[in-house]
């Protein structure tokens, strides 16, 4: 596959292809952080088996010792990369408020180096496994919540207008994110359905934010002017 770019602004770019392809062709200082989610290699699908293909490059895991390497990352699923990434004190933990009789996991990891302490965020899951809840659709089967990456960015160390990297962006979730929180956002998928889809959300997840922003833009004037 020749990596090519399916969608570009100002604010995001989106690359479909393999990372380690495209990542020779990103200038060093063209990102200030990574907030990614790789494939786990658990040869397993995730989520609802009726519903979600498999996961592209889950029958090993990748190397992501690259991105331990990073001064600014966070890997969710950095449990199962722990012969790669170096020793952290700074794991998070989103916990799912999910019973334990539940057949769901009950709480998820990711490592960080950009954290020095342990920090939890607390969201039902139970609400985001319905096609559509209040934070997002569900489109893809590790797909994690807006409202988690979020504050994973609140805690990356980065300021409004720097750039997040997300070498394995599945449904765009990251990028999303970004925007929200007025980040840019490189992404990389090797999944063509998933690159459409998180073509598609970074589309409208702009749109919405240049409409809060000239939201906030008139209400200054009207400030100026009383």
């Not at 009726?50 to 890997?75: C, L, M, N, Q, Y």
């Not at 939890?120 to 934070?135: I, L, N, P, Y």
């Amino acid at each position: 596959m020749t990596p090519r770019i399916v969608y570009q602004t100002d604010r995001a770019t989106l690359w479909c292809g393999d990372c380690l392809a495209v990542l020779p062709t990103l200038a060093a200082d063209s990102f200030d952080a990574i907030l990614t989610d790789p494939p786990y290699g658990v040869r397993l699908k995730r989520g609802d088996s009726r519903t979600f293909r498999p996961i592209v490059g889950d029958e090993a895991p990748p190397d992501v010792r690259w991105i331990g390497a990073h001064s600014k990352a966070i890997v969710w699923g950095g449990n199962n990369f722990c012969d790669q990434l170096p020793r952290s004190t700074g794991w998070l933990v989103w916990d799912k408020w999910e019973s334990p009789l539940s057949e769901h996991s009950m709480a998820e990891l990711a490592w960080t180096n950009c954290v020095r302490t342990i920090r939890v965020h607390r969201q039902s899951f139970r609400g985001f496994t319905a096609t559509v809840s209040h934070d997002s659709e569900r489109v893809h089967p590790a797909q994690k919540t807006i409202a988690l990456m979020e504050w994973c960015i609140g805690l990356s160390g980065t300021v409004a207008d720097q750039a997040i990297l997300d070498p394995f962006a599945g449904s765009g979730t990251t990028g999303v994110a970004c925007i929200r929180t007025g980040r840019r956002f490189i992404g990389i998928e090797i999944d063509e359905r998933y690159c459409q889809i998180a073509a598609r959300r970074l589309a409208e997840a702009e749109s919405a934010y240049a409409l809060f922003d000239e939201a906030e833009q008139v209400k200054e004037r009207q400030l100026e002017l009383s």
